[in-house]
Structure formats: C-alpha cells, structure tokens
C-alpha cells in the first residue's frame, strides 16, 4: 500500500478508548450480626413477648436460664444448695407454683424447636467471682438436673416432649455468669461440662470473642449513650442505672425509650458501615422503667433485622459465622 494512502487509513480509524485492565473485586464485607440475650428467661407473659418479637423480626435469640425458676422453694430446699449458700437459697427467688414450671418448660421447648438458643444462668443468681472450679460444676451439675427434672416437678411427667432429656443434657452450650462475675475456676468447669461458649465478660467497644484454653469468650460492650455519649454496657440493667440510679421511673420511659434506642442505633451503624464486628446487646425478663428498654428493643430490630447483609442471630449461629471469619478481624476491644 503506498504510504501516502497508509498514512490516510490510520487517520480515518475511529478513536479507541483502551480501559484499564478489569481489577480485581474488593472482598464481600461480612454480614453484620446482632446478636440479642436474655438474662433469667423466667416471666412467663415476656418468654411469650419475646417470641413473638422474634418471629416478627425473623430474629434469633439466646436465652440464659436461671434454673431455680425450675423448682419451688420446697424443691430448692430439698435439691439445690449454691456453693458457700445454705439450702434452699437463691437471689432471684423460685416458681411460685408447679404450673408456672409447667408453661415455662413449655416455653423453652418451642424456644429451642424455633431455633433459639438455650443457655446457662447458673441458678441461684450467685456472684461466683470466689467460686473454685468444683464450686462452679456443682452448680452446673444442679442447672443440669433441674432441667432434665424440669416436667416432673412442674407434676406433668406425661407431658414431657419427646427429646426433651437429651435437649436437657447435651442443648444448653452457652453460659453466662450472674453478674459478670468470674474466677479461675470458671474455665476448666465449662470445659468439663462441654459447653462451646461463654458470655461473660465486658469489652471497650463491640469486640470479636476471643479464645482462652480452647473456649471461645465473648463481652457485651460499652457503646456511647446519651447527650454526652458517655459509654455504657450495652444492657438494659446498666442503662436503668444510668437513667434513673435503678429507681423505676414510669415517667420518663419514653425519653428513656429514646436515648436507648439512639444509643443502640449509633452502636449498629458504627459496624455496619465499618469493619461488620457483631453487636451484643443484653436484657433481663423484667421491663424496667416502665418497659422502656424493650420498647427500644423491638423498635430496633424492626428497623435493623431486615436490612441488606444483617443477620440478628443467636450466640450459637453467631459462632461459627465469626470463627470463619476471625482471620480479618481487629481484636483490639479487648
């Protein structure tokens, strides 16, 4: 081709935009989990509000049992002794009648069968920071016993589910200690008695559980609240201390009801749009002030649960979700 008619031809080619080689895709964020539990797990109307709130939610909760609402005081007189405590003594009381156990053995078993996990609150509500390691498997051993016996002392043995012994024996894997108190002993009786976590201690900020002796151990969080932003557990007892010195104050439960759910809000989003590390918030079955706190519960699980990438699941699914992905995570809360 002469050059003259060469030189035209590439003159006349239409201009090509060359893209950048494609890069390579950013990692898939986590899903940002919330993981929700409750302490004691004994009024009867809130096991019913709780579930409820769960299936509205297509949430997932961990309940930790205090097996003396598994008894009377006449069968706590007879089977259960804390460590250091005479028999019969508890801080948080028993069943007032074997009807109550009854439908609140029941409530546990369509717990477990939705999905919920079902863990330990020791029994007596005891402060076990003093506690030796056998201390702490004898009150496993009697938290073991009252749920196995849980339908023969509410007197309704023939009404026992099928797969409740076994559920009774091998089902509640997590554990937390009344009070977040805890001594040396604690680990090598949890170890003992097979069970795959605990949830006892309190961290800087939303944190990963971290291993020790082979157990995997998570903290409930300090997240700011209110117009100082002054940080605070993340449970419903220490934002009733904060608001009202633990006094029951109906009269400001909706002001309350807000600076809880601004403070639970502003924890979430903190991970949601950054590094995804799951949130722990703690409840008792006990509405205080004036229900403020559960209010504040369900308004924001209503509004979190079914966002894109949000799982709010139970200690027990939350597990293996974060052990999968403890690699990429930042263990600095603790």
Known sequence: MPR???????CLLPTVAFADPPSAPLPAKEKQLVIVSFDGAH??????KSLTMARRNRAH????LSCTFLMTKADGRESYRAPGQKAGRSNVGFAQSREEIAVRAGHIWQAHLEGHDIGSHACGHFDGKGWSEADWESEFAAFRTALVDAWKKASRPEAEPEGWAHFARNGAKGFRA????????????LKAF????????????PGWPRTE???????LPLIPEGPSHRPVIGMDYNLFIRHSMGVENRRDSTRFEERTLAAYREAFR???DGGRVPLQLGFHFVEMNGGAYWRALDRFLTE?????DVACVSYAEALPQIEAAEEKADRSAF
Do not use: H, Q
Request: aromatic fraction near 16%.
């Open 178 to 189: 009344p009070y977040l108190s805890v001594s040396d002993g604690l680990l090598p009786a």
């Open 4 to 10: 003259k008619i060469l030189a035209l031809s590439l």
């Open 304 to 308: 979190t649960c079914r966002k894109p």
């Open 213 to 219: 002796a082979g157990m995997p151990r998570f903290g």
């Open 270 to 272: 903190k991970e949601y």
């Open 61 to 64: 909760f961990t309940y930790f």
């Open 194 to 205: 097979k069970f795959s976590y605990d949830a006892s201690l309190v961290t800087k900020g």
């Open 43 to 48: 009024d009867n109307a809130l096991w019913e």
